[in-house]
Nanobody, 124 residues
């Protein structure tokens, strides 16, 4: 089993920054797993923000966060981070951490484990 705990969400003004963290634990978690961030705004489907492999290869949904997001991970701590800059009101959503036992994936169906999410609210 794998447990994922997100933190770092909150209320921020437009133009501000946030750094989200997701700590993974559990008997079956492996450093070799891909970790990713998704987000879900009210009334919308959950969408891919970005992901990172255990070697540090990353990819982003550039339509959402072009140039404004950086994903990194600390394998020693089994933790993935999402740094978001230049936040906009449309970035308001619950941000979820997800893990899969393979390479990068882009859809929710490809990820086996999910955190509970952390709320990010951007005020205008």
């Amino acid at each position: 089993q794998v447990q994922l705990v997100e933190s770092g969400g909150g209320l921020v003004q437009a133009g501000g920054s946030l750094r989200l963290s997701c700590a993974a634990s559990g008997r079956t978690f492996s450093t070799y797993y891909t970790m990713a961030w998704f987000r879900q705004a009210p009334g919308k489907e959950r969408e891919f923000v970005g992901g990172i492999t255990w070697t540090g290869d990353s990819t982003y949904n550039t339509g959402l966060v072009k140039g404004r997001a950086t994903i990194s991970r600390d394998n020693a701590k089994n933790t993935v981070y999402l740094q978001m800059n230049g936040l906009k009101p449309e970035d308001t959503a619950v941000y979820y951490c997800a893990v899969r036992r393979a390479g990068l994936g882009y859809s929710t169906a490809e990820y086996e484990y999910w955190g509970q999410g952390t709320q990010v609210t951007v005020s205008s």
